[in-house]
């Protein structure tokens, strides 16, 4: 009886154990199922994004800008934020080389939107600079357009490493 009682006790202990086992290995997999579907969604909201900054991005976008001397130029103003980018920089989405580039292109275009308020803070005040504020406005302009063209081809090429 002593032998029998141990017995099923032994058994028991082994199905717990069993079960225990599976029931982790089961978790393990929908934790790993769940991260999966998770990596899949965050990249398309990723790839939106960067799609998105791709198309306000374009120089079909872009405005006139009247100068006081009478001539014009036309610039894209618009404000860009990169939030999923920088999302996705921080949840360790990219191995470390896309991390570096995703980093920089981050600050790229976080630094284009600055670039922009410079722009209109020079455009607002031109009146009282004077004949100065038309070449600032100028080489604000400039430097817009090249940082707009790096962004562009920064971002394609992340894209394309997605």
């Not at 398309?44 to 960067?50: D, P, S, T």
């Amino acid at each position: 009886m002593k032998n029998s009682r141990y017995s099923a006790h032994s058994s028991r202990r082994s199905l717990l154990r069993s079960s225990f086992f599976v029931g982790a290995l089961l978790f393990d997999y929908q934790i790993e199922r769940t991260h999966a579907k998770g990596f899949r969604r965050f990249k398309l909201l990723l790839v939106a994004e960067l799609s998105e900054t791709l198309e306000v991005l374009d120089p079909a976008n872009a405005v006139e800008v009247q100068l006081s001397d009478n001539s014009s130029a036309e610039v894209v103003t618009t404000y860009v934020q990169p939030e999923i980018l920088e999302q996705a920089v921080r949840n360790g989405f990219f191995d470390p080389s896309n991390a570096k580039a995703a980093t920089r292109l981050a600050g790229k275009i976080r630094g284009y939107s600055t670039k922009i308020t410079h722009l209109f803070s020079i455009l607002s005040i031109r009146t009282t600079v004077g004949p100065g504020s038309e070449r600032l406005a100028l080489h604000a302009i400039r430097d817009i357009e090249e940082t707009c063209r790096v962004i562009v081809k920064d971002t394609r090429s992340l894209i394309a490493q997605l």
